[in-house]
């Protein structure tokens, strides 16, 4: 029989994987997928086994052999594998990273794949053996001992292994009588049970064109774009389509946002359908997540929910993916391994033959051009399902307008009829460049970060200035460093500056303020949405997260006191997130039977994207777009990986990115480089930050030129001065 050698991907830096001799003790063939504890220089990692192979390029004498199997079965199975390595590959990414990223850090750091490991102890045979028996067993003697040490309450087979005895020599005690298992063991795989626990909706024709649409298509794979403005039902859609699913034995993975700002949707899971429903998200401990995820890999939930990461979560009868707000930008993994989980749920569902289904009221202009080119079907929802009416948008011209606290005359007279129809208001701030910075009245000094090309903010409870880009704090200047005047003034709004002005605007009404500082406590939020979801009159304030799918049905007008900001983003994308943000924040307005209202106070009414949103929609904004997109050559269009520098002196990261660009001559399949340039935001916690973007017309072209640039870019002497990371798809290139 030839000898076999195992490859194993490891959490470390480098582009490849590792061979490692098997130990006496190691079944034959090991599975793939499973976790192995290997010696890696002087340290022991923990990795993945990815193939079995009668052949190594390592010499004979560098060759280590492995330590532990910790699992009897893959803990990613081939399906899985297979998506890993794909990913690894797309985002050319280490593979040891991804496959750690993948796994609940539990599992990381080597706890047991099934809840109750296989115990061993010694029989009464074994308690009361002499070791002599067992003299010329070497291991079998050390297994004997081992055992010894916990006498009748025994240890688990993890712990055994862990100890250096393998699973062969308690084998063999026992077939000697001497040792034996006991315990349950639960690491049976089933299919997930279901009980409609209520009756669905009768859906409208729009409804029943697309459950119909993606019921036909159950077993087979096939993308959708679920395209439904806010409260069109979509929900309902994927509820009755999740039904069809679960008929058929199968289970379905859910991934939205953000689980802790939208618990809505899982309790409306829970509502109709009695079935395991594991949900997966930032909440949990540790210790949770991993009982949760053990539920979705042995088959016995029905429904997982969670965030970004839950993607990878094993799911033997995965049947049907939902990616519900697939425009978010939440699903696009910002450091490390960057992925984008939407697009990786794609691969998912063409892996493993179901459909997947993306869900917006506005969808991203990537999946938009898909669904205009045939590749993904297009379910457009129009209506709005409960009969509501669509709020209408107006503009409120800020130039030349005397502003109380942000707010102008006309929006203060529209905020004050609704309360006294004892309606709610929600007042949006798009945070985002509209901070509170401090400033000099008497020479215009401001309050800057020491570490960043960035001002700080003005926090209150404690007063502080804060860096929100490294973290930065000090106390607040008495009087400007620059001038010595006492004047220093707090320009610009955040939520709490506002909720402040609109108490004082009026006095009488109820103020919510609704943003990560105040919600921070786990039950605060339910406390503040219960509260509102009785519907007296209140005026609400919040930030971004406002923006994400929560039913108000009370509130009638939706304010934003500041459009701009968002207009004049350096990203390509920006106009896009700002549309996808107003036709976002409008759908919270008048969402039963009420009509709502809009106001956006803006210094550019005449801005050709505002004035789209207005006549058209989001619909005629993404036409639009993506024209202009078409024309310049950019995402849907075009291709993007962007190559980030950053080091200790500016001209380190410029010319490492300008070397980068001179090694890329001559290999084929050049992308178009733009750059390099310094970041937007140049200096960051004390670092130069540089960018190069590399743009192609052709995926595969792009591919085929990072694949042997990569390794240059790695090997040039520029690259040792700096750290440099590749991301491919960028989401956000500015
Ligand atoms: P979305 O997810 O698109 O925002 P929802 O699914 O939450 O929309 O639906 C909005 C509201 O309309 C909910 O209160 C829901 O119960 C109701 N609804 C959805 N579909 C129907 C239907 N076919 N008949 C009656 N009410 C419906
Ligand atoms: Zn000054
Ligand atoms: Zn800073």
Not at 132 to 144: E, S, Y
Not at 158 to 168: E, N, P, V, Y
Request: aromatic share 6%.
């Amino acid at each position: 029989m030839p000898r076999l050698y195992l490859q194993v991907a490891l959490p470390v830096p480098l582009r490849k994987t590792f061979d490692y001799r098997m130990p006496a003790g190691f079944p034959h063939r090991p599975p793939v997928g499973a976790r192995v504890k290997v010696p890696f220089g002087s340290r022991e990692l923990l990795g993945i086994v990815t193939h079995l192979s009668d052949h190594t390029d390592s010499p004979e004498d560098k060759l280590k052999t492995a330590r532990v199997l910790l699992d009897p079965v893959p803990v990613f199975p081939p399906e899985l594998m297979e998506l890993l390595q794909r990913a690894a590959h797309y985002y050319h990414y280490p593979v040891g990273e991804v496959f750690d990223a993948a796994l609940p850090a539990l599992l990381r750091q080597g706890d047991d794949l099934f809840e109750n490991m296989v115990h061993w102890r010694l029989t009464k045979a074994g308690l009361s053996l002499d070791r002599v028996a067992l003299r010329n067993a070497p291991k079998q003697l050390t297994a004997w001992e081992g055992l010894q040490l916990h006498g009748e309450h025994g240890m688990s087979e993890d712990f055994l292994t862990h100890m250096g005895i393998s699973r062969d020599s308690l084998n063999a005690l026992a077939r000697k009588g001497y040792a034996e298992t006991f315990g349950e063991n639960q690491q049976h795989f089933s299919h997930p049970r279901f009980q409609l626990a209520e009756a669905p909706l009768v859906p409208n024709a729009e409804q029943k064109h697309a459950i119909d649409a993606i019921r036909q298509q159950l077993g087979r794979f096939q993308p959708f774009l679920l395209e439904g403005v806010t409260g069109s039902g979509k929900t309902e859609v994927y509820l009755q389509a999740v039904e069809a699913c679960l008929h058929r034995h199968r289970q379905v993975l859910i991934l939205v946002p953000e689980i802790g700002l939208t618990p809505q949707i899982v309790s409306r899971f829970r509502a109709r359908f009695a079935t395991d429903i594991a949900l997966l998200h930032s909440g949990l401990t540790e210790r949770e997540r991993l009982k949760a995820w053990r539920r979705a890999f042995l088959g016995h939930a029905g429904i997982v929910i969670g965030t970004r990461s839950t993607l990878f979560t094993p799911m033997p009868h995965l049947g049907l993916i939902i990616v519900d707000e697939e425009h978010d930008l939440s699903f696009k993994q910002q450091e490390g391994f960057r992925y984008h989980a939407r697009d990786l749920a794609v691969m998912r569902g063409q892996l493993q033959d179901c459909p997947v289904v993306l869900g917006s009221a506005t969808p991203s202009l990537e999946s938009l051009g898909n669904a205009r080119q045939g590749r993904y079907t297009h379910l457009p929802l129009k209506e709005r399902a409960a009969s509501a009416q669509p709020p209408e948008i107006k503009l409120i011209d800020l130039r030349g307008q005397k502003l109380r606290n942000g707010i102008t005359d006309a929006m203060h007279r529209a905020i004050n009829l609704r309360l006294q129809h004892d309606e709610q208001v929600l007042v949006f701030i798009n945070r985002r460049g509209f901070a509170p910075v401090l400033l000099c009245h008497a020479c215009g000094w401001q309050a800057k970060c020491p570490r960043c090309d960035a001002r700080t903010t003005l926090h209150r409870d404690p007063v502080r200035l804060h860096c929100h880009h490294c973290g930065f704090s000090e106390r607040p200047p008495m009087q400007c460093p620059s001038c010595q005047s006492l004047e220093l003034k707090a320009v610009g709004a955040g939520t709490v500056r506002v909720e402040e002005g609109l108490k004082e605007l009026f006095p009488k009404a109820e103020v919510h303020r609704i943003d990560r500082d105040s919600t921070r406590r786990k039950d605060s939020w339910q406390n503040l949405y219960d509260h509102v979801e009785k519907g007296t009159a209140a005026i609400l304030v919040g930030t971004q997260m406002l923006a994400k799918g929560h039913h108000f049905p009370n509130v009638t007008l939706v304010a934003l006191l500041e459009a701009d900001s968002g207009l004049m983003g350096a990203d390509f994308r920006a106009g896009e997130r700002v549309a996808q943000l107003i036709t976002q924040v409008a759908g919270r307005a008048g969402r039963a039977h009420k009509a709502g209202l809009v106001l956006l106070q803006t210094h550019q009414p005449e801005h050709p994207l505002l004035m789209q949103l207005l006549q058209g929609g989001y619909s005629a904004f993404a036409d639009t777009a993506l024209q202009e997109r078409k024309l310049l050559g950019l995402p849907p269009f075009g291709y993007l990986a962007l190559l980030r520098a950053e080091a200790s002196a500016p001209e380190l990261a410029l010319q490492f990115l300008q070397e980068a660009v001179t090694g890329g001559q001559g290999l084929g399949n050049e992308p178009e480089f733009w750059g390099p340039i310094p970041a937007p935001m140049e200096k960051k916690a004390g670092v130069y930050r540089a960018h190069l973007l590399l743009k192609s017309d052709h995926r595969p072209r792009l591919h085929h030129f990072l694949d042997p640039w990569l390794p240059l870019v790695a090997k040039l002497p520029s690259a040792k001065r700096v750290k440099w990371t590749l991301d491919v798809d960028p989401q956000e290139t500015a």
